[in-house]
Structure formats: C-alpha cells, structure tokens
C-alpha cells in the first residue's frame, strides 16, 4: 500500500515554461486536494476535488490548471511557470468528502514535491 | 471561525513525556481538534483527533479540558525522530473541505 504517491520530487524550470506534478493514490479516497507551503506561510490551498470530474478552487488557485479524470490521480499544472510559484507542493487525499473537521476525515499526505522556477 | 494558540517552540529530552499545548477558545461545538505533524521537508502527517473525550492511539495521547478551549498533545517517551512541527487544527476554509494549518509548535528533542 504505498498511500500518496508525487512525481517529481524536484523540479527546476524556466519562467514561462509548463510541467504537470503527478499525485496518485492507491487508497480509493473521494478526496484529494493540492497545498504549497512557503517559508512562513504555512500550508495553503490551491485546489481540490471531492470526486472523479469534480474540482474546484482553493485559496491560491491562480496560475495553476486541475483535473480528476480517474479516482487514483490528480494532477496539477503549472500553465506558465513564474518564479512567485517557487514553492514545495503537497498532495493529500482523505476517504471521505465530508468536512475536514467533522471528525471522519483524516488526510494523508504525499512526501512532497520541491519546485524551483528561475 | 477558531484559530488556535501554540507556543513557537519547546524542548525535550529523549525518553522523556512531550507536553504540547494549544489553546482553542473559539471552537465549535461539532469541530474536532485535529493534530499533525512534519518532520523536516516530509510532508504532514496524521498524529491523533479527539472531540470531548481524551483520545489516546500509538502515537500519542490528547487531552481535551471540559470546556474545550484546549487541549494538550502528549508524546509519552518522545525520541530524536519525535523532532518535528506540530500542528493543533481547529479550522477549515469556508466549505470546509480543507484544513487550515498555522505555524504549529516546534519540538526540538535531544539526547
């Protein structure tokens, strides 16, 4: 059971160039969700998905591209790479689509995906 | 919408019970206290979520005050690998689909 799965773990690109980060989860969740975490930012969101064809925004969804084609994956694209999306970027997925303080929902998180754009 | 009280930081030694506090004065009713933690660059990592009664799992023991306005998360024998940020979660953005994260607690454990 490997839980969360990101792809790359490190990335450096060019400003204006595009790349997609890979999450994958082999858990069966409903949920699955995209942070990044800047130094003395904590842990927002830019995007997440309660099912298979259903997204939406986060907190910080500008600039970044989502789709939930399968239950298993949820990539996340980087249109035009700025370097203001300099960042680690974390994938999360939980069993259950109901409020995260309900008490049912517990996420997992991936290992982490560390993105640099010059 | 709660917002939770942590201290920066604190120190322990290794074998020794880790006490982290937080305190949630604001929180609702129906909200679950909520911990994570991360180790250095891993991602966060589910510790332990309790509502009124004390929760205790492997990992950890949380006890809750009568009140709710906060809550302590105990390390029984913490250990180097315990060195971590801890995070006490009351909140949830507006649809309540993702957790807020705040700065959390640093817990440096030393030999």
């Known amino acids: 059971n490997a839980g969360v799965t990101q792809t790359p773990k490190f990335q450096v690109l060019k400003t204006g160039q595009s790349m997609t980060l890979q999450c994958a989860q082999d858990m069966n969740h409903e949920y699955m969700s995209w942070y990044r975490q800047d130094p003395g930012m904590g842990l927002r969101l830019i995007h997440y998905s309660v099912g298979a064809g259903i997204t939406d925004q986060g907190e910080v969804p500008n600039g970044y591209n989502v789709s939930r084609s399968t239950t298993e994956d949820f990539p996340l694209r980087l249109l035009s790479a700025a370097p203001s999306q300099t960042s680690v970027y974390f994938c999360?997925?939980?069993?259950?689509?109901?409020?995260?303080?309900?008490?049912?929902?517990?996420?997992?998180f991936g290992a982490g995906s560390r993105l640099t754009v010059l | 919408d709660a917002k939770t009280t942590q201290p920066t930081s604190m120190d322990c030694a290794e074998g020794r019970a880790a006490n982290l506090p937080c305190n949630h004065s604001?929180?609702?009713?129906?909200?679950?206290v909520y911990w994570y933690r991360q180790i250095h660059s891993q991602g966060p990592q589910y510790i332990i979520h309790g509502l009124k009664n004390n929760e205790t799992n492997e990992m950890a023991s949380l006890i809750i005050t009568e009140d709710r306005k906060s809550s302590t998360l105990i390390l029984p024998h913490a250990t180097l690998r315990d060195t971590a940020v801890y995070y006490c979660?009351?909140?949830?953005?507006?649809?309540?689909?993702?957790?807020?994260f705040g700065k959390g607690t640093t817990l440096s454990v030393s030999s």
């Open positions: 979660i009351v909140r949830a953005n507006q649809a309540g689909t993702a957790l807020i």
């Open positions: 604001t929180i609702s009713g129906n909200e679950y």
């Open positions: 999360a997925s939980s069993p259950t689509t109901r409020g995260v303080l309900s008490g049912a929902n517990v996420l997992t």
